[in-house]
RNA sequence: CGCGGGAUAGAGCAAUUGGCAGCUCGCCAGGCCCAUAACCUGGAGGUUCUCGGUUCAAGUCCGAGUCCCGCAACCA
């Protein structure tokens, strides 16, 4: 038998300074409904999840909240596992940077780059705000000033290690030539290259011990801790055991995909690549980079007080129908928007009238008709086989393989019209009244394996509908989630003369 | 003149190499009675941001301008 085809996929490692919020679960949902695509199409899938939780944030956190940081650390990163828990994301680990793990392997990762000489000791003299605890560039000051405290910034001289982020300069060039994928969508590429092209510096990857005692100590150097993202971005490595059992790593490594938000583009799409260069590492094949969440057309933030809770709006509209609407609604390669009038909209046109009626609606005919058993065919209708064969998987695949969930389940809702534009035009309850019975069989039989290929659709994002549907038309879902998708979406697979399971309305529709 | 994306029906989005401007929601009118007042059919609604150019033909190509937005080392 032949080894199973192996894909390894990453959230980013959300900054754990504050509870999480949607953008965090929008997050965790694309990569999530990719994992389970994933492995419908056979693939042993490995999901990295996390907290990044260093930094000098996090240690102003805990200090103005007077608790212990790595108590604050362990709290808040327990909130993002619960989140995880609750949203159903079938991540296979979930790595927190202070975890002794990760610290170690960071520490290993530094110092393989250490040996390939692309860490040197270097002065840098800055501006350094005292309100802020950090350096600021001209640009940042108004007047001369901290923009935040109003006060005048002093000169201050520190030595730092730096990494030569600038001796990888060509081979970074020479991979975003290669490979036009490796940053995705192609806007986020065309950024990045742009950045690229116009020359990089050597980055600072150290802090000042005394500045900031949180963070994972400089190996051979007590007086210096590794900068946040040097050490945040191994996390895709230590996971996997790196420089200690590489077991997972031999396996799982390269990542076929980094999720990332635009924000942090730069720092997975050329820092971390120069760093596994140095570590001599293979490079992640796709960076895959989403847009954001607006509320009611404006950015989220806490000073208009629109941040939604991920844990909030699940137990107010129940997980399934959001993240349907998030993966329906929010494009991947842009910013997409959330309302509630919005929410109830998709809701009520898409779940309620569209996919649950169309089951109540089949299902119903079926109990009503045909004894409730999946009925005989006797007459295969070659034009809807050919329609779904030819036209609606060939596009969900497309649309997944290129992250569009929306698109994929805009198919989806296609293909649901397609059925009930069948109901209406052959009018089985007519058929039945002249006693046409074996026509009624025949239509109804079809629609039962439609709606078996449309539960195998949704599986990614609504996997729980997906076991309904299929209980509902008599299937054991265990079974059929055990078969490869390229079997799943050919035609035929219904047992005739399956009882149907009972009969409940899928998503009651909303008011107003 | 830092780099890049965009402006299309009330809202949100589509339109392979230029070739009758489409889809979803909403709205209006019919139909149907199997279904969750659901479903099906039809209709109204557009100066495709502005001005100029190329062409038999421009949402699409070229030039100028207006307005939004993203990136520019730690907001998913």
Redesign the pocket.
Same mark, same amino acid.
């Given at each position: 038998m032949p080894k199973k085809e192996t894909f390894y996929l990453t959230t980013?490692i959300?900054?754990a300074?504050a509870s999480p919020? $949607?953008? #965090?679960a *929008?997050?965790a949902l694309y990569t999530d409904v990719m994992a389970r695509y994933q492995r419908m199409l056979g693939k042993d899938v490995y999901f990295l999840t996390g907290t990044d939780v260093h930094? %000098?944030?996090m240690f102003k956190t805990a200090k103005e909240s007077n608790i212990p940081v790595e108590e604050l650390a362990a709290k808040n990163s327990a909130e993002f596992e619960n989140l995880d828990d609750r949203w159903n994301i079938t991540n296979n680990d979930f790595i927190r940077t202070s975890e002794k793990r990760h610290e170690d392997r960071a520490q290993e990762f530094w110092k393989a780059a250490e040996k390939s000489g692309d860490i040197y000791k270097k002065k840098y003299s800055g501006l350094y705000c005292v309100g802020c605890e950090?350096f600021k560039?001209e640009?940042d000051l108004v007047d001369g000033k901290c923009p935040d405290h109003h006060k005048e910034p002093e000169l201050l001289e520190e030595e730092n290690y730096f990494f030569k *982020?600038s001796k990888y300069q060509e081979p970074l060039e020479f991979l975003f030539e290669k490979n036009k994928d490796f940053v995705y969508p192609e806007?986020r590429y065309?950024?990045m290259y742009?950045?690229l092209k116009?020359g *990089?510096?050597d980055?600072s990857i150290s802090r000042s011990k005394d500045k900031l005692p949180w963070g994972i100590p400089v190996p051979g150097d007590k007086t210096q801790v590794m900068?946040?993202?040097f050490d945040a971005l191994t996390n895709y490595v230590t996971a996997l055991g790196y420089g200690e059992d590489e077991k997972l790593l031999k396996k799982y490594w390269p990542a076929d995909a980094h999720v $990332?938000?635009?924000? $942090?583009?730069?720092f997975h799409s050329l +820092?971390w690549p120069a760093m596994l260069m140095s570590a001599g590492l293979e490079l992640p094949k796709t960076i895959a980079v #989403?847009?954001?969440?607006t509320v009611d057309?404006q950015? /989220?933030?806490k000073t208009i007080g629109n941040v939604i809770d991920p844990m909030e709006i699940v137990t107010k509209y129940s997980l399934e129908p959001v993240r349907y609407f998030l993966m329906r609604e929010i494009?991947f390669d842009? @910013?997409? @928007?959330y309302s509630d009038a919005k929410f109830k909209?998709r809701f009520?046109?898409d +779940?309620?009238?569209? *996919?649950?009626?169309l089951?109540?609606?089949v299902l119903? /005919?079926v109990v009503?008709y045909c004894d409730g058993k999946v009925p005989q065919v006797q007459e295969k209708n070659d034009e809807l086989i050919k329609y779904l064969s030819d036209e609606i998987w060939p596009a969900y695949r497309k649309f997944m393989d290129a992250w569009r969930f929306d698109r994929a389940l805009e198919t989806v809702?296609k293909f649901i019209?397609h059925c009930? %534009?069948m109901?209406? @035009?052959k009018?089985?309850?007519?058929l039945a009244k002249e006693g046409k019975m074996s026509e009624v069989s025949d239509l109804l039989y079809h629609l039962c394996e439609s709606l078996r290929h449309i539960a195998i659709m949704i599986y990614p994002v609504m996997p729980e509908t997906s076991e309904k549907i299929l209980i509902q038309l008599g299937l054991d879902p265990a079974k059929e989630n055990a078969k490869s998708l390229d079997k799943l979406q050919t035609w035929v697979e219904l047992t005739v003369g399956n009882k149907i399971g009972e009969l409940q309305?899928?998503?009651?529709?909303l008011e107003k």
């Open positions: 980013a959300p900054y300074n919020h $949607i953008g #965090h *929008l997050e930094g %000098q944030k950090a560039t640009k *982020l806007s065309n950024e742009n950045v116009s *990089l510096d980055v900068y946040v993202w $990332i938000g635009k924000e $942090i583009n730069r +820092l #989403h847009g954001w969440m057309g950015k /989220m933030s494009p842009n @910013d997409g @928007d909209e009520n046109a +779940l309620a009238n569209g *996919l649950g009626n089951t109540n609606r119903s /005919m009503k809702s019209t009930d %534009q109901i209406s @035009d009018k089985p309850w007519t309305p899928l998503f009651p529709r």
